[in-house]
Antibody, heavy 121, light 110 residues
Framework: EEQLVQSGAEVKKAGESLKISCKGS????????IAWVRQMPGKGLEWMGM????????RYSPSFQGQVTLSADKSISTAYLQWSSLKASDTAMYYCARHRAIFAVMSIDFWGQGTLVTVSS | QSVLTQPPSVSAAPGQKVTISCSGSSSNIGRSFVSWYQQLPGTGPKLLIYDNSKRPSGIPDRFSGSKSGTSATLGITGLQTGDEAGYYCGTWDASLSAVVFGGGTKLTVL
């Protein structure tokens, strides 16, 4: 079964760093782009960016460029989302998801279970 | 404010049909495929429609998608209480070089 399994919920303080993970299984992890999507409490979906685990090519949404870092380790089929200094406004559910296709033919065919990040000020 | 515009909510009775609109521009829907996602309460999103109108394996034909110009529409027939969820459209925006989503539509099956 193809799936993405994310790391568990995190409770942090503003100013702290954080790295959450997303492990793929059941498919060739290196050959599909992985997206990260933010969902703030009671709000909609926001695409943060994507990474191609095969060569770590990375594209960021302009809204998130410089705010987070995407990385991947294809040897262990895992993608990461990282913050160097969290803010209270980073409190949200974060999903990793597999792009079935990208750019003008974009779609996302399955999603991880989500990682809830809570940041207190 | 989302790049793609969806109605915040729609409602209909069980067994009826509902449509959800998604309006964009020439830099996104006008030049890219649209996909639709269902998010049941407390769960992650699920792909319903891709490439404007195609259904992944396992998605019933009660769900349909279409696109015309800079707008797209999701249709759901034979509504069931289990269809109560948030629905999101998504596409690629060439000006932003980013994926954009609509603000989401909450479907209530009365």
């Amino acid at each position: 079964e193809e799936q993405l399994v994310q790391s568990g919920a995190e409770v942090k303080k503003a100013g702290e760093s954080l790295k959450i993970s997303c492990k793929g299984s059941g498919y060739s992890f290196s050959t599909y782009w992985i997206a990260w999507v933010r969902q703030m409490p009671g709000k909609g979906l926001e695409w943060m960016g994507m990474i191609y685990p095969g060569d770590s090519d990375t594209r960021y949404s302009p809204s998130f460029q410089g705010q987070v870092t995407l990385s991947a380790d294809k040897s262990i089929s895992t993608a990461y989302l990282q913050w160097s200094s969290l803010k209270a406004s980073d409190t949200a559910m974060y999903y990793c998801a597999r792009h079935r296709a990208i750019f003008a033919v974009m779609s996302i065919d399955f999603w991880g279970q989500g990682t809830l990040v809570t940041v207190s000020s | 404010q989302s790049v793609l515009t969806q109605p915040p909510s729609v409602s209909a009775a069980p067994g009826q049909k509902v449509t959800i609109s998604c309006s964009g521009s020439s830099s996104n829907i006008g030049r890219s495929f649209v996909s639709w996602y269902q998010q049941l309460p407390g769960t992650g999103p699920k792909l319903l429609i891709y490439d404007n109108s195609k259904r992944p394996s396992g998605i019933p034909d009660r769900f349909s998608g279409s696109k015309s110009g800079t707008s797209a529409t999701l249709g759901i027939t034979g509504l069931q209480t289990g269809d109560e969820a948030g629905y999101y459209c998504g596409t690629w925006d060439a000006s932003l070089s980013a994926v954009v989503f609509g603000g989401g539509t909450k479907l209530t099956v009365l």
